[in-house]
């Protein structure tokens, strides 16, 4: 039998991931010129750790060995960076041959959102922000893209801590329960 390393499932994985975190970050940028994409962002980001479970979960009936905590947890932070690597380049491409503006209007939309606030809430943001665009000093498209990459790989190493701490816990319970 040919056993698959947990780093071969998570390349596998790596594909379907970047994809569906692609269609997050475009429907998040292009809601600006599409209203009812903002309807489905969030239901989006909410079925996320569901994909990733089951993603998991896939691993686990396929090669029993890896149904522990140490390599579910390393399955899906290697699949969350290789997801994220997609996105990072898909995001990267709209942000140059799409809308080359974004990160400029977005800002500006932002200073605008910030001064309509009473000063006690925007905590002089809007102020700093507005000295900060006169001064042309918008993050560049390779800044955004790679914030928001370290932001993903984070989140989603931390999303999967707890997903195979729960996903491994329950494998080895059921296994242990068919012994009794």
Same mark, same amino acid.
């Given at each position: 039998?040919?056993?698959?390393?947990?780093?071969?499932? $998570?390349?596998? $994985?790596?594909? @379907?991931?970047?994809?569906?975190?692609?269609?997050?970050?475009?429907?998040?940028?292009?809601?600006?010129?599409?209203?009812?994409?903002?309807?489905?962002?969030? @239901?989006?980001?909410? $079925?996320?750790?569901?994909?990733?479970?089951?993603?998991?979960?896939?691993?686990?009936?396929?090669?029993?060995?890896?149904?522990?905590?140490?390599?579910?947890?390393?399955?899906?932070?290697?699949?969350?960076?290789?997801?994220?690597?997609?996105?990072?380049?898909?995001?990267?491409?709209?942000?140059?041959?799409?809308?080359?503006?974004?990160?400029?209007?977005?800002?500006?939309?932002?200073?605008?959102?910030?001064?309509?606030?009473?000063?006690?809430?925007?905590?002089?943001?809007?102020?700093?922000?507005?000295?900060?665009?006169?001064?042309?000093?918008?993050?560049?498209?390779?800044?955004?893209?790679?914030?928001?990459?370290?932001?993903?790989?984070?989140?989603?190493?931390?999303?999967?801590?707890?997903?195979?701490?729960?996903?491994?816990?329950?494998?080895?319970?059921?296994?242990?329960?068919?012994?009794?």
């Amino acid at each position: 039998m040919n056993k698959k390393s947990i780093y071969k499932y $998570a390349a596998e $994985a790596g594909l @379907p991931t970047g994809l569906y975190l692609s269609f997050v970050s475009l429907c998040s940028m292009l809601s600006v010129k599409i209203s009812f994409l903002n309807f489905l962002i969030l @239901p989006l980001l909410a $079925a996320f750790p569901f994909f990733i479970a089951w993603k998991m979960k896939n691993v686990v009936k396929d090669e029993p060995a890896h149904a522990h905590f140490s390599p579910l947890w390393l399955f899906g932070i290697y699949t969350i960076i290789f997801g994220t690597l997609i996105c990072m380049l898909v995001t990267y491409s709209y942000l140059l041959f799409i809308d080359p503006s974004f990160i400029r209007n977005s800002m500006n939309q932002a200073i605008e959102a910030l001064s309509e606030l009473p000063e006690e809430m925007s905590y002089g943001m809007s102020d700093i922000m507005q000295k900060a665009a006169e001064k042309n000093l918008y993050p560049t498209k390779t800044q955004f893209v790679t914030s928001m990459g370290w932001f993903t790989c984070f989140a989603g190493s931390m999303l999967s801590l707890i997903l195979a701490l729960i996903i491994s816990r329950r494998t080895n319970q059921r296994r242990l329960s068919m012994f009794r």
